[in-house]
């Protein structure tokens, strides 16, 4: 450690963006480029062996080590451009504790006793421990080899029709096994980097709540929650990432609204906690990409939320943010936060993906223009609006803006709908 020296240490945690780092077989915008300049002995990085662990551990493997451009391209692309960022503005010696697991569910970062103090997530832990008794491994094993054998068989046929050939089935893994499991990547990744003193937390949660969307605000909050207790450092910032748009139905079967409603568990999460930032991104046009390759993008925006919120320059941060809204007969008019010197549009055209519902409750898709620092709303399907909503859809991909660039996030104005807090949806 004698080479070591920090002014900011970050940790980094991600769950599905974390995979696709700056590497050329997985490359982020002008990767090579980027991989040849990368070339900043200030910036370390510290990246934390996958580990899962019954209990809590008190250490972990790893190492320190510079970035350049040998070292870069095993670190997270979004990490990089962000600690980037912060060491040229700051002019100060970034460290960047990287903990990352592809895929993995909130509540497997969150320690034992957090999720136990919550009696609102009781169903999640029973429905885990019923999946460890159910679990049979002789069985398991039995079952594998029988569907083996039925696969060999139908590669068989399949060959002598001339036909593809069917998918090897998979094993059935022991749930104990798994990288979901409750507190299992706080006890390994997590609890050994609390004696460092941290200057904050970006974290990036992809798709591995998806299917357990509604669950996201009880989960998320007792996640940072937790980490604040567990540091004992106070409220300090933690910048989470705003999910892209995406076509989530056709890569998990969930429905047109399971990222919505996540985004939509961030801004809840934002509003009743203290210090968290939300980098945007609803303007990034690649729905049918699981791992879009603009990471500059997204490593600018947390930055720059990082520069303005945690040390005070006076730069834009946020795009536009629901504020309130007033009925004017057969029209909305929606006003909105962090708008600067008035609302635009990144193509020139009216707002997209506006909707409106009267009293049946039910929304259909609405006109938009900009106003000034306003949007007015309207539908001719409907006669008397009470509630307006935007963006609500995984593969919305917005045109409203403030003049600094920053997107529109989603919103809904209704009560008659609201985000679920408990473990209903993570069950079904």
Same mark, same amino acid.
């Not at 510290?46 to 970035?67: E, L, Y």
């Not at 497997?108 to 008794?133: C, H, M, N």
């Not at 998806?210 to 007792?222: I, K, P, Q």
């Not at 990144?346 to 898709?365: L, Q, S």
């Given at each position: 450690?004698?080479?070591?020296?920090?002014?900011?240490?970050?940790?980094?945690?991600?769950?599905?963006?974390?995979?696709?780092?700056?590497?050329?077989?997985?490359?982020?915008?002008?990767?090579?480029?980027?991989?040849?300049?990368?070339?900043?002995?200030?910036?370390?990085?510290?990246?934390?062996?996958?580990?899962?662990?019954?209990?809590?551990?008190?250490?972990?493997?790893?190492?320190?080590?510079?970035?350049?451009?040998?070292?870069?391209?095993?670190?997270? %692309?979004?990490?990089?451009?962000?600690?980037?960022?912060?060491?040229?503005?700051?002019?100060?010696?970034?460290?960047?504790?990287?903990?990352?697991?592809?895929?993995?569910?909130?509540?497997?970062?969150?320690?034992?006793?957090?999720?136990?103090?919550?009696?609102?997530?009781?169903?999640?832990?029973?429905?885990?421990?019923?999946?460890?008794?159910?679990?049979?491994?002789?069985?398991?094993?039995?079952?594998?080899?029988?569907?083996?054998?039925?696969?060999?068989?139908?590669?068989?046929?399949?060959?002598?029709?001339?036909?593809?050939?069917?998918?090897?089935?998979?094993?059935?893994?022991?749930?104990?096994?798994?990288?979901?499991?409750?507190?299992?990547? #706080?006890?390994?990744?997590?609890?050994?980097?609390?004696?460092?003193?941290?200057?904050?937390?970006?974290?990036?949660?992809?798709?591995?709540?998806?299917?357990?969307?509604?669950?996201?605000?009880?989960?998320?909050?007792?996640?940072?929650?937790?980490?604040?207790?567990?540091?004992?450092?106070?409220?300090?910032?933690?910048?989470? $990432?705003?999910?892209?748009?995406?076509?989530?139905?056709?890569?998990?079967?969930? %429905?047109?609204?399971?990222?919505?409603?996540?985004?939509?568990?961030?801004?809840?999460?934002?509003?009743?906690?203290?210090?968290?930032?939300?980098?945007?991104?609803?303007?990034?046009?690649? $729905?049918?990409?699981?791992?879009?390759?603009?990471?500059?993008? $997204?490593?600018?925006?947390?930055?720059?939320?990082?520069?303005?919120?945690?040390?005070?320059?006076?730069?834009?941060?946020?795009?536009?943010? #629901?504020?309130?809204?007033?009925?004017?007969?057969?029209?909305?008019?929606?006003?909105?936060?962090?708008? %600067?010197?008035?609302?635009?549009?990144?193509?020139?055209?009216?707002?997209?993906?506006?909707?409106?519902?009267?009293?049946?409750?039910?929304?259909?898709?609405?006109?938009?223009?900009?106003? %000034?620092?306003?949007?007015?709303?309207?539908?001719?399907?409907?006669?008397?609006?009470?509630?307006?909503?935007?963006?609500?859809?995984?593969?919305?991909?917005?045109?409203?803006?403030?003049?600094?660039?920053?997107?529109?996030?989603?919103?809904?104005?209704?009560?008659?709908?609201?985000?679920?807090?408990?473990?209903?949806?993570?069950?079904?």
């Amino acid at each position: 450690m004698c080479d070591i020296s920090f002014s900011c240490i970050v940790l980094n945690r991600h769950s599905s963006q974390r995979r696709y780092h700056v590497w050329p077989f997985q490359r982020c915008d002008n990767a090579e480029q980027e991989i040849r300049r990368a070339d900043f002995p200030l910036i370390r990085f510290f990246t934390v062996k996958k580990t899962r662990a019954d209990k809590p551990q008190n250490d972990c493997v790893g190492h320190w080590f510079s970035c350049n451009p040998q070292t870069v391209r095993d670190v997270s %692309g979004i990490g990089y451009f962000f600690s980037r960022r912060i060491h040229q503005e700051l002019d100060v010696p970034v460290g960047l504790l990287q903990s990352f697991w592809g895929g993995s569910r909130i509540e497997a970062w969150t320690s034992r006793d957090a999720l136990d103090a919550r009696p609102e997530v009781k169903p999640i832990l029973d429905w885990w421990q019923e999946e460890f008794r159910r679990f049979d491994p002789q069985k398991a094993k039995l079952w594998h080899e029988k569907q083996l054998a039925a696969w060999k068989t139908s590669v068989l046929k399949a060959k002598s029709t001339g036909s593809s050939s069917p998918k090897r089935p998979a094993a059935k893994n022991d749930p104990r096994d798994s990288q979901h499991r409750p507190a299992c990547l #706080y006890n390994g990744m997590v609890a050994p980097l609390i004696p460092f003193s941290i200057r904050g937390v970006i974290c990036y949660q992809g798709l591995g709540n998806l299917l357990r969307a509604d669950s996201s605000v009880l989960l998320l909050e007792t996640m940072l929650r937790d980490w604040r207790t567990r540091w004992a450092q106070g409220d300090f910032p933690i910048g989470m $990432v705003q999910p892209a748009p995406f076509n989530c139905d056709k890569w998990a079967k969930s %429905g047109s609204d399971a990222y919505s409603v996540q985004r939509e568990a961030q801004l809840i999460v934002q509003k009743k906690m203290t210090n968290i930032g939300l980098a945007p991104t609803m303007d990034v046009d690649a $729905v049918d990409v699981l791992h879009f390759t603009n990471k500059q993008l $997204v490593g600018r925006r947390l930055s720059g939320w990082a520069l303005a919120a945690v040390y005070g320059f006076d730069i834009p941060y946020a795009g536009p943010v #629901y504020k309130s809204m007033t009925v004017r007969g057969e029209s909305i008019r929606v006003r909105f936060q962090h708008t %600067g010197t008035g609302l635009t549009t990144n193509d020139g055209r009216p707002p997209r993906h506006f909707e409106i519902a009267g009293a049946d409750r039910k929304y259909y898709p609405a006109e938009a223009r900009i106003d %000034g620092h306003t949007v007015i709303v309207r539908s001719e399907r409907v006669a008397k609006p009470i509630a307006v909503r935007f963006a609500f859809s995984d593969t919305a991909v917005v045109n409203l803006m403030n003049p600094d660039g920053l997107p529109a996030s989603l919103f809904g104005s209704d009560a008659f709908a609201p985000i679920q807090t408990s473990a209903e949806r993570y069950l079904d």
